[in-house]
């Protein structure tokens, strides 16, 4: 056998210890930095900076209002705060679900109980926004705020007649006359009808009865404007419907003097919790790796949510 014959049947084992040699490697390599990772990740829980105890916690509730968890989180975390003194609750929303609204309301309010609460008004505070604002001891708006919207709605689309012309029909099987209660093929009934509005009157009632008692004013009085219309900040100062007009400034002030803050307060604002950031990357990664696998595409990016921790504006 030649030197040239050894070196051929040589050469595929020297290959294939190079190629395992290779994965070897880049295997400890990716074990070391996802080790890194998670050292950091785990490091960073927690991690806030020292304040002096003049600490302002800032909520912002913005757009329609419906998963309300994140700001429940920040507003417990914020209360069970030792340096944080008072919160402002910054509101830019058009409203949104009651029972969102109300949640809202109530933690705000248990806040307020513990530490002062100011809430700020910011382009639009209605309806279920104004609803979460009536739980602070004390409500600012701007002049042009749009605010109020004292009410409530429903709205049932009926597309019966466009199936009918495209030649489809329902069935609808059901245990009771009223558990086909809000139909989309078919006018309501009037005993549906009066079952929802019986429902929406509730409602309203506990809006009316929520102003009433925050800000309050007789019963009554609330009644009359709770028709659903919009004020503007001015308006609804007038009415008693808030405290005093001004900005985002002029609440943490408000806050300040309430918490009895002497100097310039810490604005404290929430800040991504890096391991709360990474178990929503990694769930929705999974979730999106599964979904590809499953329709036989490619998995697209996950969308990230925030947790929180803190970061302060001196």
């Known amino acids: 056998m030649t030197d040239s014959d050894i070196n051929d049947r040589q050469r595929p084992r020297s290959l294939l210890t190079t190629v395992l040699a290779t994965i070897g490697g880049l295997t400890i390599l990716g074990f070391l930095f996802i080790t890194l990772f998670f050292m950091w990740i785990v490091r960073s829980v927690g991690e806030r900076p020292v304040l002096s105890g003049q600490g302002i916690g800032v909520v912002e509730i913005a757009g329609m209002i419906a998963d309300v968890e994140p700001y429940l989180e920040m507003l417990?975390?914020?209360?069970?705060?030792?340096?944080?003194?008072?919160?402002?609750?910054?509101?830019?929303?058009?409203?949104?679900a009651v029972g969102a609204s109300q949640e809202l309301y109530e933690e705000i309010q248990a806040v307020d109980k513990e530490k002062p609460v100011v809430a700020s008004l910011a382009s639009m505070a209605a309806s279920g926004g104004y609803y979460a604002a009536l739980?602070?001891?004390?409500?600012?708006?701007?002049?042009?705020?749009?605010?109020?919207?004292?009410?409530?709605?429903?709205?049932?689309?009926?597309?019966g007649p466009l199936l009918d012309k495209i030649g489809i029909s329902t069935t609808v099987i059901k245990s009771g006359d009223l558990k086909d209660l809000s139909p989309v093929t078919r006018e309501i009934?009037?005993?549906?009808?009066?079952?929802?509005?019986?429902?929406?009157?509730?409602?309203?009632?506990?809006?009316?009865?929520?102003?009433?008692e925050s800000r309050g004013l007789p019963l009554e009085d609330v009644e009359r404007l709770a028709d659903g219309r919009i004020f503007s900040g001015s308006q609804a100062h007038d009415l008693g419907l808030l405290d005093e007009l001004g900005g985002f400034e002029?609440?943490?002030?408000?806050?300040a003097e309430y918490a009895k803050i002497s100097g310039r307060p810490e604005v404290v604002y929430p800040q991504e919790d890096r391991l709360r950031f990474l178990r929503k990357m990694l769930r929705e990664e999974v979730s999106a790796l599964?979904?590809?696998?499953?329709?036989?595409?490619?998995?697209?990016?996950?969308?990230?949510?925030?947790?929180?921790?803190?970061?302060?504006?001196?």
Do not use: C, W
Not at 135 to 159: D, E, F, Q
Not at 189 to 212: C, K, N, P, W, Y
Not at 250 to 255: I, Y
């Open 76 to 96: 417990r975390e914020f209360r069970d705060a030792s340096d944080i003194k008072a919160v402002i609750v910054r509101i830019d929303s058009p409203g949104g």
């Open 135 to 159: 739980g602070a001891r004390h409500i600012v708006a701007n002049p042009g705020t749009v605010t109020g919207s004292i009410g409530v709605i429903m709205k049932l689309p009926n597309i």
């Open 189 to 212: 009934t009037e005993q549906e009808r009066r079952v929802l509005a019986g429902v929406m009157d509730d409602i309203h009632a506990q809006f009316v009865s929520a102003v009433s």
């Open 250 to 255: 002029r609440a943490v002030e408000r806050g």
């Open 290 to 314: 599964l979904s590809g696998v499953l329709s036989g595409g490619v998995a697209s990016a996950p969308q990230i949510s925030k947790g929180f921790s803190y970061e302060y504006v001196p």
